[in-house]
């Protein structure tokens, strides 16, 4: 806190690459807490008996299909929805009732919603707006604006009226709002799920800034697998309202059966191989299965430690053409059916 | 911080939401211009009705008979703060919903009373600045003279009067984001507070009922205190200090409700979840 009353949760004026101050969160600290939270609307449990952690300077994905209850619990968690049961933390304050002001300055929202900002102002104007809300000073406010504008890749259009944005430029601008105040936490529901590749990428490359060099705990809610790996530290995985598994990322892909593959055969005599023939060709590297009734088409699956190439190397010295191989199904995509399938871990 | 620190941090809140509410009102140009217009065009409508109506028919002020446009145009003047109370927080929560920006707002360390305040801190710049103009309007096109040293007990009068429709307003806002277009709710008490306040016509005109309603209407004394001021000449600080008895433990009842009904409101959304729907 500045002696002017600016109210910040962290200094900014440090930089963005200053090490973290005496006493600011540090990496491995707990800064939000989940614990046994219960809510249902009507007959409908949406969350039952959620717990989870999320430390500082880590990027918890949040994985789940529609309706698996992550708006939910960001909601419950923001102070906009009350438990039934349980309680949340956020940096060890307890969100109660109507939530305090307090509370309301520990964590930057990014919310799931397509209309969040005031369209016929331009990005400028609703981040200082909103930046002001945080107490600081216009001045303050307009520069800190500019230089998140900057970060998102907005700044060219600092000053078009947000109805002119498209809808990744209104999300990056969301992400921006919610990283104004610098909070220790940051909540984020489904930022990319509508994002082009390149743009997704920039997003996650912002947060994982922040994660990491500001010790921000970030609580990232997605439906997206394949973006979990190399961006998320840890993932909680919620299917209808209840946690399936939180573990390492590494440790949730490690789980997961080894990937399969489609791939279309044809012998050196021009026939096309039944999958017996293909598991005689190929020995213990992979197992085989027929891919329907479609000729020359089987199922390889590579043993724990073989890759395809190792797989089907065999195949390709006996005289067999390789015509085409498709993944039956991205690993992370397997990961999630395979947690959540009803006989499942 | 200490919490004059505190306070001071928050009330500079308001000039975020005033700027915010100017902006958008400027980026409605059309919108902007027309109601410029609108106050010309009022100011001839009533100078027309003026004159179908005999003075003999309207209450005499000081003893003086008035015209129609000098009996109108008070009326109107507190009229127009009785729209800024009531419909405008209403209007603003309903906006907020509409646009989705409800949720991201209260998301921030904001406290309540200032969002509220924030909603109409716009309307209670805008509005006055636009009634002298109608006041000006009405004086050059209509030749109608005002009291001046009626003005600044008025001025005093309006100050005590606006917390009082600004809790109906919170009230209102209360049932809009309880039953979402609540603004219809707050449009019937709207009309039931300005159909018996004597500000178009005298309330010797309703029916006994309703007079004796308009007799304790907050709004109605407002109105009749106002014009003693505006266009009397022997009316003073004592007749606004009885107004004032009156509006005060009025202002405290309505403001005490609104603002509870409006927790009481948001608590309930938090409760089912339905903080931003609309």
Redo the contacts between chains.
Sequence with gaps: ?RDD???MTRDLTAGRTAPLAAGAERPGDESVRVNDVW?A?GEREALRGVSLVVEAGEIHALLGPNGAGKT?LM?VL?????PDRGSVEVMGMRAE??VS??Y??L?G?V?S?????????SGL?NL???G????M??RDATERAMTLLAMVGLDDVARA?VNTYSHGMQKRLSVA?GMFADPPVLIIDEPTHDLDPENAERVRDLIRAVAHERATAVLWATQRLEEIRGFADRVTLLHRGEVKVTSSVPSFLAAVPDTSYLVHIRAADGSAPTAAACLVVLGPAATVDEAGDEPGHVVVTPVTGSTLGDALAPLLAAGYDVLGVREERPGVERAFLWFTREDGP | ?SSA??A??EA??L??FL??DL??AL??RAAFVSDIVNVVIQVIVFGFVSKLIDASALPTVDGSWISYIEFAVVGILVSSFLQLGIGRVSTAVRTEQL???L?????????LTVVQLGWVAYDLVYVPVRTIAFLLAVSIVADVSFNPGGVPATLVLLLVFLPFVWGLGVLGAATTITFRRGVGVVGLVTTLLSVTSGAYFPVTVLPSWLQRFAERNPLTMTIDTARELLLGGSAGWNEVWQTVAILVPASILTLTVGVAAF?LA??RE??L?T??SY
């Design positions: 806190m009353g600016y109210l809510r609307f939910t909601r923001t102070g906009m929805l009350s009732r109507l002001r307090g309301r300055r964590f929202l919310p919603g397509d209309r969040t900002f005031y369209l016929r102002l104007e200082r707006f909103f002001r809300l945080h107490g000073s216009k009226p709002r | 911080m620190a505190a001071r941090v500079r809140k000039a975020a700027r915010r902006l958008q980026s409605y646009m989705g920006t949720e991201p707002l209260l998301a921030t360390p904001t406290s927790g948001l608590r938090r409760r979840g903080t931003g």
